[in-house]
T-cell receptor, first 116, second 112 residues
Framework: DTGVSQDPRHKITKRGQNVTFRCDPISEHNRLYWYRQTLGQGPEFLTY????????KSRLLSDRFSAERPKGSFSTLEIQRTEQGDSAMYLC??????????????FGPGTRLLVL | QKEVEQNSGPLSVPEGAIASLNCTYS??????FFWYRQYSGKSPELIMS????GDKEDGRFTAQLNKASQYVSLLIRDSQPSDSATYLC????????????FGSGTRLSIRP
């Protein structure tokens, strides 16, 4: 399977615990995006990387959230001291961007987080 | 005003009919427009992309873009029960730069 993969697919945690999610993009894609989606809403942008550089973070992303893409391949999203309001589907998408390329984002299956 | 607006639905269409989904956006300099389909509990799946004014057809799907009116639509011909899903309109470019701004989606139900 050469699509975007995410791990784990489901995570249940207690309030106050830390969680980390992983995303593996399509291999030739240089951009990687993280989104959060709650019921009845569209995906909400969190942050994105071009290769290993984090180029943009949403103002909505609190300092409890951190993301890395250390070698420009897979990425991790960590949430520290989780709160019940963090319960959502966390989506990763990747794309190929560059001169003359119409960038299109392809989504992974998502990680569903439930904070009790 | 939301950056990307869609009617939440549900939109109910009989099988075999044409389903028409609409979307408006606020950033006049937006450059790229996408329609994603999302089944319940699944992640978004790209259906169509459109970048210039006019119509773009792909099988049973036609995307229409009118930049002057800041309006993009998706037509689904010969609707099938498997088309029942939430359709997300997404807009990229302009002041939002690289990130995609999604609407909240329109729930489409195809009744047999």
């Amino acid at each position: 399977d050469t699509g975007v993969s995410q791990d784990p697919r489901h995570k249940i945690t207690k309030r106050g615990q830390n969680v980390t999610f992983r995303c593996d993009p399509i291999s030739e894609h240089n951009r990687l995006y993280w989104y959060r989606q709650t019921l009845g809403q569209g995906p909400e942008f969190l942050t994105y990387f071009q290769n290993e550089a984090q180029l943009e973070k949403s103002r909505l992303l609190s300092d409890r959230f951190s993301a890395e893409r250390p070698k420009g391949s897979f990425s991790t999203l960590e949430i520290q001291r989780t709160e019940q309001g963090d319960s959502a589907m966390y989506l990763c998408a990747s794309s190929l961007a560059g001169a003359g390329v119409q960038e299109t984002q392809y989504f992974g299956p998502g990680t569903r987080l439930l904070v009790l | 005003q939301k950056e990307v607006e869609q009617n939440s639905g549900p939109l109910s269409v009989p099988e075999g009919a044409i389903a028409s989904l609409n979307c408006t956006y606020s950033d006049r300099v937006s450059q790229s427009f996408f329609w994603y389909r999302q089944y319940s509990g699944k992640s978004p799946e790209l259906i169509m992309s459109i970048y210039s004014n006019g119509d773009k057809e792909d099988g049973r799907f036609t995307a229409q873009l009118n930049k002057a009116s800041q309006y993009v639509s998706l037509l689904i011909r010969d609707s099938q029960p498997s088309d029942s899903a939430t359709y997300l309109c997404a807009v990229k470019g302009g002041s939002s730069a690289s990130k995609i701004i999604f609407g909240s989606g329109t729930r489409l139900s195809i009744r047999p």
